[in-house]
């Protein structure tokens, strides 16, 4: 079983939707999850952290539940430019890391 | 915030020549430095973990003795690709990590083609 599981997608959304990803992680004693973005042959990039009380930035609304070991990220009013990757990262003790495979995200006009 | 720096962005080579790629943290000690790999249209793939003044950890199927990890001091790790042939062409990434906020920070990527 995968340390981190992600839907690759992709998932085709038209600008202006509300689209949603999930990501389950399998280790209960996980202390830090990320979401990150990469755009085609580029770095990953922090979108944003992930905390236990949910938090918003923007458009981007990220939440974590222990309970059911899964994050999610909701982006709303959809744009062309949120066209990407989206990487779950899960961390254990500052140096150990497990990356979900990515969910591709395409937004048309 | 933090910053790391990867070097060169891109490089060719001819079959059975090494390569070294360079991965500095900017403004933070990073004692930890992971390497990782992507072939087109694919996930990330984690190489090995580079620890600062000791042998790198490699993850399975990676052969240590092709993929030569550096870690001499806290801000440094470099990857040199020896005797590289042209399926080992790929996009290699270093990132490294803050024991502050538990971030992940990502170098800009190193794309390699091997001819």
């Known amino acids: 079983r995968k340390e981190v599981e992600q839907d690759p997608g992709p998932f085709n959304v038209p600008e202006g939707a509300t689209v949603a990803f999930n990501c389950t992680y399998s280790n209960s004693a996980s202390q830090s999850f990320f979401w990150y973005r990469q755009d085609c042959r580029k770095e990953p990039k922090l979108l944003m952290s992930v905390y236990s009380s949910g938090n918003e930035d923007g458009r981007f609304t990220a939440q974590l539940n222990r309970a059911s070991q899964y994050i999610s990220l909701l982006i709303r009013d959809s744009k062309l430019s949120d066209s990407a990757t989206y990487l779950c990262v899960v961390g254990y003790n500052f140096n150990k890391f497990y990356f979900g495979s990515g969910t591709k995200l395409n937004v048309k006009p | 915030g933090a910053v790391v720096s990867q070097h060169p962005s891109w490089v060719i080579c001819k079959s059975g020549t090494s390569v070294k790629i360079e991965c500095r943290s900017l403004?933070?000690?990073?004692?930890?430095m992971f390497w990782y790999r992507q072939f087109p249209k694919q996930s990330l793939m984690l190489m090995a973990t580079?620890?600062?003044?000791?042998?790198?950890?490699?993850e399975q199927g990676v052969e240590k003795d092709k993929f030569l990890i550096n870690h001499a001091s806290l801000t440094l790790s470099t990857l040199t690709v020896t005797s590289a042939h042209p399926e080992d062409s790929s996009f290699y990434i270093c990132?490294?990590?803050?024991?502050?906020?538990?971030?992940?920070?990502f170098g800009e990527g190193s794309r390699l083609t091997v001819l």
């Open positions: 990132s490294a990590s803050t024991a502050h906020t538990g971030e992940l920070f």
């Open positions: 403004d933070f000690q990073a004692t930890t």
């Open positions: 580079s620890n600062e003044g000791s042998k790198a950890t490699y």
